[in-house]
């Protein structure tokens, strides 16, 4: 096992992702499905990567910027929200930014909102003005703050940020929402938001010069494979010849279809694959332009 080493020379990939939390077990799958497998340490600290040179980091999602910053992981799996509060603060505070090449992995989807309670009525930003708003995003409500002209006492939280103003601590929140079940459950509604996130591959700019480049672009190929197929869904159904051309038009996010001729007939069986989701009214679109049989398979793995 490789040591830890900050910024230099390794002949292993090393991706930090969350140890427990709502990101960690989508971040394994996900890279399971690209095809790795790993050794569990004692410590459950370090996973010493088995199929390919590539060992996981497991720890806070809030110590994944730091780790990339400081070359102790060459990619993390963390929130937009988590990096974007990391550059909020770094810009407040006149620091420069740390550039870092980032993907969206299409999971751990939610909002940063401001909430009021549930009895209030939102007439604007200018509402906020000589507030105390309760948040873990300092950064970025500040950032937003300013950006409305508006000031307000910012009183940072690590955790449960969503009792404050129950609790007396604070007048509203700014805090991650997803459903929204959490701010009702606690009689308090959305009323702006600050920014959308979702989980994403931070990594870097320039390619690695040592071995690890080539364990990267393979890495990063396998992953656009199974993120371009995870919504990607192979339909199948039977038409008229004359109403292909109508059927298509419902489906834009298809490739080339397969058309095949039924035998003695003037209907056709056709074969698309389709990279949005496939919903219910979908299938019935398709089933009133004349789609019979409509059916809908999972792609397991393509290799274009
Ligand atoms: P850690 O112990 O790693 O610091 P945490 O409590 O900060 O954990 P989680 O609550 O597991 O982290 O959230 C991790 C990430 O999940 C968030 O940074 C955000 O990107 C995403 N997320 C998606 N929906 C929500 C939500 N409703 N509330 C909080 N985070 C959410
Ligand atoms: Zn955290």
Redesign the pocket.
């Known amino acids: 096992m490789s040591p830890v080493n900050g910024g230099a020379t390794r002949d292993r990939l090393r991706i930090a992702i969350?140890?427990?939390?709502?990101?960690?077990e989508p971040a394994r799958a996900l890279l399971a499905s690209c095809g790795l497998s790993w050794r569990e340490s004692r410590d459950k600290l370090f996973c010493y990567g088995e199929t390919l040179p590539v060992d996981l980091l497991l720890?806070?999602?809030?110590?994944i910027p730091g780790l990339l910053a400081d070359g102790v992981c060459d990619y993390g799996i963390?929130?937009?929200?988590?990096l974007d509060e990391v550059g909020a603060d770094r810009a407040l505070r006149g620091l420069p930014q740390v550039s870092k090449a980032v993907r969206g992995l299409g999971f751990?989807?939610?909002r940063l909102d401001i909430a009021i309670p549930e009895s209030t009525e939102w007439t604007g930003p200018a509402q906020l003005q000589g507030s105390r708003i309760a948040t873990?995003y300092p950064g970025l409500l500040q950032q937003w703050l300013d950006g409305q002209g508006v000031q307000a006492t910012i009183v940072n939280l690590s955790?449960s940020v969503e009792i404050a103003p129950r609790l007396g601590q604070a007048d509203f929140i700014c805090?991650?929402?997803?459903?929204g079940a959490?701010l009702t459950a606690n009689q308090l509604k959305p009323a702006v938001t600050l920014m959308t996130?979702?989980?994403v591959l931070a990594g870097p700019i320039t390619p690695f010069a040592d071995v690890r480049g080539e364990l990267a672009s393979l890495l990063l190929r396998r992953l656009d494979g199974v993120l371009r197929l995870r919504d990607s869904r192979l339909v199948m159904f039977q038409a008229r010849r004359d109403g292909v051309d109508a059927l298509l038009k419902l489906l834009p996010d298809a490739e080339a279809p397969t058309l095949l001729q039924v035998d003695g007939s003037d209907r056709v069986a056709l074969q698309v694959l389709c990279h949005g989701e496939m919903t219910w009214p979908r299938l019935e679109a398709l089933k009133q332009a004349g789609a019979a049989g409509v059916m809908v398979l999972p792609v397991e793995r393509m290799l274009a």
């Open positions: 969350q140890k427990s939390g709502r990101l960690s720890v806070r999602d809030d110590d963390v929130g937009r929200n988590v751990g989807g939610c873990s955790g805090d991650l929402v997803s459903s959490t996130s979702e989980a």
